[in-house]
């Protein structure tokens, strides 16, 4: 703790008047207290709100990596007709799925 704070207190714990000067010291340190306060506030903000957009982006990126992780989209789809065959979804999608989650659409 700083020192002028515990002189103050002990002043305060023999019953002694508090100078002039410890009253404004004291008065002093409040008024910082409650600027860094006023800064931890809107810190506090700023870093919630990006910790959210962080977050939101990470889910994006998670849903398209599930997405092209799945083995269902790589198989051939149904017969058409003979021996042809449905596209796998994959190739359907074109990387639309990552380019979505890249440009932060879900």
């Known amino acids: 703790m700083d020192e002028r704070l515990e002189i103050i207190k002990d002043k305060q714990l023999q019953m002694h008047a508090l100078s002039t000067f410890d009253i404004n010291w004291l008065i002093q340190q409040a008024e910082k207290v409650q600027e860094l306060e006023k800064q931890w506030s809107f810190s506090q903000k700023f870093y919630d709100k ?57």
């Open 50 to 106: 990006k910790y959210q957009r962080l977050a939101e982006e990470n889910q994006r990126y998670k849903e398209a990596l599930e997405f092209y992780a799945n083995p269902q989209i790589w198989k051939e789809g149904k017969l058409i007709t003979d021996n042809r065959y449905e596209m796998p979804l994959a190739y359907n999608d074109n990387g639309e799925k990552a380019q979505q989650a890249l440009e932060g659409e879900s």
